[in-house]
């Protein structure tokens, strides 16, 4: 019985499994596609979830001078691209930008320190999650990563309020900065199987079905034994019956001797 309960539970896992896989299978939605206010889909400090990764978004506010970033080997063009520290008028937090690619460090500089008159400037661009300051080579004073996490160290001007993704700004604010506009990054729409989850549900039957040939041999080898306790009994019932029987027969052979005449 007990195997019989752990085929169950063994089964309703795979399956469960089987659904996971299904389920991280299946596209982001699309709505990603429509452009929003920033503070409509995300509040400061908010993680970005999988469904706002490459939201199209716009925001305003005022980029703070000496606080351009430059960063090195990203994708989306350029040898370097320059990141600005925007204050969002509405919300008062500071929100990572990646304002646009040269292939001059100087020109990257100048470019990001452009926007910085005091100004509004209002920004369109995609919301990203943000990056691990893992990804920046330390040893070569080159960074590569927008982490929000390291700015925090490197902004002058920092209130403690933080949002927690970037933007990648679009050609309006690149042209404003006399730079490259960085290549647009729409989430990948594709269905991906999950091959780990079906691994997963095919490992649960099989455990299933171990469970099951175990309740086989259980009850087989009981039957078994069973059928040689009732053939045991049964032979010793008939080696009874024969033990019985011998001494009347030698006692009707003793009365035909001990009779006069008879033979």
Same mark, same amino acid.
């Given at each position: 019985m007990l195997a019989i309960v752990l085929a169950g539970v063994f089964a309703a896992l795979g399956k469960w499994q089987l659904e996971r896989s299904i389920e991280n299978g299946k596209p982001l939605p699309a709505g990603t596609e429509t452009r929003r206010a920033l503070d409509d889909v995300t509040t400061p400090e908010k993680p970005v979830g999988s469904t706002l990764a490459g939201q199209k978004i716009t925001v305003s506010g005022r980029f703070v001078a000496g606080d351009t970033t430059v960063l090195t080997g990203r994708s989306g063009g350029g040898t370097y691209q320059a990141v600005g520290h925007l204050v969002d008028d509405a919300t +008062?937090?500071?929100?990572?930008?990646?304002?646009? *690619?040269?292939?001059?460090?100087?020109?990257?500089?100048?470019?990001?320190?452009?926007?910085?008159?005091?100004? &509004?400037? &209002?920004?369109? +661009?995609?919301?990203?999650?943000?990056?691990? %300051?893992?990804?920046?080579?330390?040893?070569?004073?080159?960074?590569?990563?927008?982490? %929000?996490?390291? @700015?925090?160290?490197? *902004?002058?001007?920092?209130?403690?309020?933080?949002?927690?993704?970037?933007?990648?700004?679009?050609?309006?604010?690149?042209?404003?900065?006399?730079?490259?506009?960085?290549?647009?990054?729409?989430? &990948?729409?594709?269905?991906? @199987?999950?091959?780990?989850?079906?691994f997963y549900a095919v490992e649960w039957v099989v455990f299933a079905g171990f469970a099951v040939f175990l309740w086989y041999r259980f009850v087989k080898d009981a039957w078994e034994r069973e059928q040689d306790e009732e053939r045991e009994a049964a032979e010793a019932a008939a080696g009874g019956a024969a033990d019985d029987e011998a001494p009347a027969d030698e006692a009707a052979v003793d009365d035909a001797r001990a009779e006069p005449g008879r033979r």
């Open positions: +008062g937090a500071s929100l990572p930008v990646v304002i646009g *690619w040269s292939d001059q460090r100087a020109a990257a500089v100048a470019g990001g320190d452009r926007l910085t008159d005091g100004a &509004t400037v &209002t920004v369109e +661009g995609r919301y990203y999650p943000a990056e691990s %300051p893992d990804q920046d080579a330390f040893e070569q004073g080159e960074y590569s990563a927008v982490a %929000p996490a390291r @700015f925090v160290n490197t *902004w002058k001007a920092f209130d403690d309020r933080m949002y927690g993704g970037y933007v990648v700004a679009g050609a309006a604010v690149a042209d404003a900065a006399d730079l490259g506009t960085i290549a647009d990054r729409a989430p &990948t729409r594709e269905v991906q @199987f999950d091959w780990l989850n079906l």
